[in-house]
């Protein structure tokens, strides 16, 4: 894409963007292990050093800072691009954390949901109840991964349970505008998936053969792998699109489809901001860049930003 401008670079594989009510944006960089705060001006400071693979983030209820942990990646240079790979040598699993961005102070809230550990937490979105939905993605290893799901759980640390299951390495997650829908992107099939929701942490229909009630509203096919996503103002769903690298948007009833190519095979992360909602932020993380560009339609506000 042209006509995107650079806010920042030199991130070591940027996710999770979170635009703050002052201006500044966050990030993860999940090879450093840190929250990293981005000034308009483009100047970086460390937020939280968390460890592990700090991965997606949100704005909770409290002001505190919410980041799916994935327990770390091993890397990888390849000529420049900065590649993930395999669960990290020293992995020791995955977690919720809540940030205090005033003290810089990170806490662990959930490791496991009963007897389910979390393996590899990815994407995270609040709803308008004060909960949060999150995905797993799982982890990979020389000759297995891990089959995992969505969670629901509240940000007191006091409840969290496993909703959907079985997912094939599940990433991206968010919510329609009326809160009644829940989407999530599957990054190795290249499938989008809606979910009606019936309440705080409910997901309502019968599983269907795949083991889940999901309806699928995009699979393009080809080297179109995804990674998280946003949902703008009229309800897209548009989700951040490796390997043929943008972001690809599609209409709520999956009619309308469309590929805004970025210059980065890892492609991962869209949110929206500015005054009118309607500047998109994306992370280019293969060459460590946030960069900004104008949307043709205006963004939805997320719940608490």
Known sequence: MTGFRDIASGLRFPEGPVVLPDGDILVVEIERGTLTRVAPDGRLTVAARLGGGPNGAALGPDGCIYVCNNGGFEFTDMGGLLVPGHQAHDYEGG????????????????????????????????????????????????????????????????????????????????????????????????????????????????????????????????????????????????????????????????????????????TTNICFGGPDLRTAYVTMSGTGRLVACDWPRKGLRLNYA
Request: aromatic share 8%; proline share 8%.
């Open 95 to 266: 977690c919720i954390q809540r940030v205090n961005l005033s003290t810089g102070k990170a806490e662990v809230l959930y490791t496991h949901a009963g007897d389910v550990a979390l393996k590899g937490p990815n994407d995270i979105v609040f709803d308008a109840h004060g909960g949060f939905w999150f995905t797993d993605h799982g982890k990979s290893r020389e000759r297995e991964r891990d089959t995992t799901g969505v969670f629901y759980a509240k940000p007191d640390g006091s409840f969290i349970e496993e909703v959907i299951f079985p997912l094939q390495a599940p990433n991206g997650i968010g919510l329609s505008p009326d809160g009644d829908t829940l989407y999530v992107a599957e990054t190795f099939t290249g499938r989008v998936w809606s979910f009606a929701v019936t309440g705080p942490g409910r997901i309502g229909g019968a599983p269907g053969i795949l083991g889940h009630p999901g309806n699928l509203i995009l699979a393009p096919g080809g080297l179109n792998l995804f990674d998280s996503l946003g949902v703008d103002g009229e309800g897209h769903v548009c989700v951040a699109t490796l390997i043929n690298g943008g972001i690809t948007t599609v209409s709520p009833d999956g009619a309308e489809i469309a590929h805004i190519p970025f210059p980065d095979p890892l």
